[in-house]
């Protein structure tokens, strides 16, 4: 099992962001957490990738504790994750991006010496070529469309080689056509390393279409949990989401 | 007892203008995020203006009270003409920017205020009615005193009716809480900027005036306020009035008994206090943390940074030519001002690299120079080393002291890891000023001799050539770290920290190790510039010399590599020429003034954008 999180906590003063939530991942399944804004999801990924500490709970990867430990600690035991809203490093293009998470994965940060762009350049033509940006490498990063960015990002999570990708709201900010083809890409790259993935969305055509399996999360509890014909019929999950968006998906 | 309340109520009083200056200052930099150097220069009109108009008012109470607020108001009026002449031309430049422009108001003011008012201090004009002194249980304090004491609240009052009563007070708030909404005020947003510079200049002319019975007026006022309405503004909180009356409060008191305990502290004891708030409330006592990614950058994104081309290249290797042949044709004085320019261009450079790419600006670089002048200057006197060694060892003493310094700083970010550097730096500087036995004190260290092949008696050459070659090989080797792994990850850090801790980046560590290198290197510049001048003196760590090195990179531009040696010659240069002049203050400044006006992005950026095709820097493509 690549991630057993059992009974995690976390409070905001009086709000309790995230209420006793626990569940399994496995390596190749791509796990979607659903719930409407405001449900605690942003919350969830930030213990699991260690920005925020749990009030309780723990969180198993493989043979390690996440809960508590420091986010770069936490990437560099395999750990990739995207952000809600795109954080890349504007003043570098494309491909230094991808080669600054290289750089780190090799602990080459102090070199004084050696000239970076010259650095792991296939390694990091190779990423990018995996996620369709490789002929826009030498651009600066501060130009690109926003959907773009989205795959930038997910090249530089996958620069550690990760077991686990942490995506939230992968998809937020881009065109319904985008979309689809970005989640097939990962659906894909999952495959074929056997990632093991989760995910939070809020357009139902990906999370139907692509999740192996959907957790449902309300005010901070888990509500639902199964394959996505089960989630779909929860009642539960119906009265949450009004009824409406599930129905076509 | 009656004298400890006195000393309570002293403490309180001499709060009153502090708070004065500092709400300005906050009120300015909340809305505009100007940093305004000149607030201590408003506050010395406020006393010579209130000055003059008393005396051509007559000394009644009408005249004393109307003077001093008609002098108030005659600040505010030059606050807002400074906005709309000279700072609204340059909102759109790089973060910080606007604080040169500042830098050549202050100048200029000063030699304005010494052409108006001569040099000599003026001895204030004694309240009407409030000359005597109040029996506090057997112990006297001034009459005036109570009436400063009054003035802060009610002034507070004033401004907290202002802000939540008035729409325009509403917009203020509303613009310090929510940069984006500034720019979303369209044509309203002038109007507020100039209305905000009338309102702080206002108040900083007003603590400058009512001070004006027990300080005076001298023309050292604005360069002795500004440090410390910065540590009101920064303990108290950034844009938060009241946080600045407290702070005012807190320090005025602290002032008022340590001088009783401990004399020799008080240079230094705000700057202690504000070094332990930051360290423990980052954002200040009553301040709330900038919202994260959104420190106010202004103009295009950073580009990318691509090596030089041959062309820039060849011109580079023309500058080594052209340095190594100057011995030939040009005369002694010609190699000292070219000594003073590489050197200051290596400080320059060092300051650029955490201040441009490592996204930290130091308010107080010059400790590092300092520290490596003095760790020089110590081992010639205590350790009988000769120049060699000595040039060698003097930047460790900078590079402990960047350690030190640096660990504490590099948690911050923003104006407030700027002002915790300025705070160590004033440390620094207060110890070796007051440190008699060991640093000489105010004296200095003299008779720090050259090593006889370098001796000044015989000829400039063989240290201009030293300089020139430890300089240009310490530009070199921060240009190619800044190329190296370790540099990028100092910029990804300054780009984006949430993915730099993502992508298993120790920001803290990065941060502190670039910080600290940059202070070594700033230590080489100051260890070689003992030896050009032939003594040590606590100068080399002032503010003022900070403030040069901060203007030198902002003025040359520091979104371009070019810029702190551009900054650091033009500037340099500048001041030798005009320095001959009586009114040189008045030139620099106004030369100051006029270049950041023609060069809003520095002038290498400048440069860059009219030269660059030439030169074969390809431009970036903007979105
Ligand atoms: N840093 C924070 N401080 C205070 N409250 C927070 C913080 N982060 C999230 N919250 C609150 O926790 C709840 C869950 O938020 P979040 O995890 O962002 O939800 P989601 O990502 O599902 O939209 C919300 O009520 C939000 O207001
Ligand atoms: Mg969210």
Redesign the interface.
């Known amino acids: 099992m690549t991630l057993v999180v059992d009974g995690l906590f976390k409070a905001f003063g009086g709000v309790q962001a995230v209420n006793n939530v626990s569940f399994r991942l496995d390596a190749g399944e791509l796990l979607a957490l659903i719930g409407p804004n405001g449900a605690g999801k942003t919350t969830c990924f930030n213990m699991l ?1 260690g ?1 925020l500490r749990p009030d309780a709970g723990s969180i198993r990867f493989f043979d390690n504790e996440l809960a508590g430990v ?4 936490i ?2 035991l395999g750990v990739g ?1 995207t ?1 809600q809203i795109t ?7 494309v491909r ?1 991006n991808v ?3 290289l ?3 090799h602990r ?10 010259a ?1 792991y350049v296939d390694e990091a033509m190779a990423l990018l070529d995996r996620v369709g940006m490789a002929d826009q490498a030498d ?2 990063c ?2 690109l469309a926003y959907g773009d960015l989205k795959r930038v990002e997910l090249a ?1 999570a996958l ?2 080689e990760p077991r686990l990708l942490l995506m939230d709201e992968p998809t937020a900010g881009m065109a319904p056509k985008e979309r689809v083809e970005l989640m097939a890409l990962t659906a894909d790259i999952v495959a074929e390393r056997k990632i093991a993935v989760l995910f939070t969305e809020h357009d139902m055509d990906v999370v139907f279409g692509h999740a192996g399996r959907i957790l449902v999360l309300n005010r901070g509890q888990l509500i639902a949990e199964g394959n996505p014909a089960e989630v779909r019929e929860n009642d539960q999950v119906r009265e949450v989401y009004l009824g409406a968006e599930l129905g076509h998906a | 007892m009656g004298f400890y309340i006195v000393q309570v109520l002293t403490g309180l009083s001499s709060a009153a203008a502090l708070f004065l200056v500092a709400s300005g200052l906050s009120i300015i930099f909340g809305v505009t995020r100007v940093v305004n150097l000149a607030h201590g220069s408003f506050y010395m009109l406020g006393a010579y203006i209130a000055y003059s108009l008393i005396d051509l008012f007559g000394r009644g109470g009408l005249g004393f009270w109307g003077g001093i607020v008609l002098a108030a108001v005659a600040v505010g009026m030059i606050g807002a003409i400074v906005e709309v002449l000279i700072l609204r031309r340059v909102y759109q430049a790089p973060e910080l920017f606007q604080l040169v422009a500042t830098f050549g108001v202050i100048l200029v003011i000063q030699d304005i205020a010494l052409l108006v008012w001569g040099a000599e201090d003026l001895v204030g004009h004694r309240a009407p009615g409030l000359t005597g002194a109040v029996d506090i249980m057997g112990t006297p304090l001034p009459a005036y005193d109570l009436a400063l004491i009054a003035i802060s609240p009610v002034v507070l009052a004033g401004l907290w009716l202002l802000f939540n009563r008035t729409r325009w007070g509403t917009l203020v708030r509303a613009a310090t809480q929510d940069r984006e909404m500034v720019g979303a005020l369209g044509v309203n947003q002038a109007w507020l900027f100039t209305g905000t510079f009338f309102l702080g200049s206002m108040l900083a002319g007003l603590g400058g005036a009512v001070q004006l019975p027990k300080g005076g007026a001298d023309l050292l006022m604005d360069f002795n306020v500004i440090a410390a309405a910065f540590v009101v503004v920064v303990v108290g909180g950034m844009g938060s009035i009241f946080g600045a009356f407290l702070a005012a409060v807190l320090i005025a008191e602290l002032n008022a008994f340590g001088i009783l305990v401990f004399p020799e502290i008080t240079l230094v004891l705000m700057f202690l206090v504000m070094a332990v708030v930051l360290i423990f409330r980052p954002w200040g006592l009553l301040g709330s943390p900038e919202a994260p990614g959104q420190k106010g950058q202004q103009g295009p994104p950073e580009q990318p940074l691509r090596p030089a081309p041959v062309r820039v290249q060849m011109a580079g290797v023309a500058v080594v030519g052209f340095l190594a042949l100057l011995p030939v044709v040009a005369g002694p004085f010609a190699l000292v001002l070219t000594v003073d320019i590489l050197i200051f261009a290596l400080f320059a450079v060092s300051l650029h690299f955490i201040m441009g790419p490592g996204g930290m600006v130091s308010f107080g670089h010059a400790a590092y120079f300092g520290g490596g002048a003095y760790g020089a200057a110590l081992l010639i006197h205590y350790a009988n080393s000769n120049m060699e060694s000595a040039m060698a060892l003097g930047p460790v003493l900078a590079a402990v002291l960047a350690l030190v310094f640096g660990w504490f700083c590099v948690r911050l970010s923003g104006v407030y890891l700027a002002m915790l550097t300025l705070a160590f730096a004033q440390v620094a500087w207060s110890v070796v000023f007051q440190w008699n036995d060991v640093t000489g004190g105010d004296d200095g260290l003299l008779y720090i001799v050259k090593s006889a092949w370098a001796d000044t008696a015989q000829s400039w050459v063989p240290f201009y050539l030293l300089t020139a070659v430890l300089c240009l090989s310490a530009m070199l080797f921060l240009r190619r770290v800044l190329f190296s792994p370790f540099g990028y990850a100092m910029r990804a850090c300054r780009d984006s920290e949430l993915r730099s801790h993502a992508i298993g980046i120790n920001v803290l560590e990065q941060r502190w190790l670039a910080f600290t290198l940059s202070g070594v290197a700033a230590g080489v510049a100051g260890s070689l510039y003992v030896f050009s001048k032939g003594s040590a003196f606590p100068d080399y760590m002032s503010i003022p010399l900070s403030f040069d090195a901060l203007i030198m990179v902002l003025l040359g531009g520091v979104k371009t590599l070019l810029g702190p040696i551009v900054g650091a010659v033009t500037f340099t240069w500048i001041q030798d020429e005009i320095s001959r002049f009586e009114y040189w203050r008045f030139f620099l400044g106004l030369a100051i003034i006029l270049l950041v006006i023609a060069f809003p992005q520095g002038i290498a950026g400048f440069g860059r954008r009219y030269l660059g095709p030439w030169f074969g820097i390809r431009a970036e493509e903007a979105q």
């Open positions: 990738n920005q420091a986010p770069r600690k990437w560099r994750r952000f954080a890349t490093f504007g003043s570098m293009t230094e080669q600054m998470a750089m780190s994965y080459r940060l102090f070199a004084l010496l050696p000239r970076a762009a650095l651009r600066p501060s130009v530089v620069a550690n």
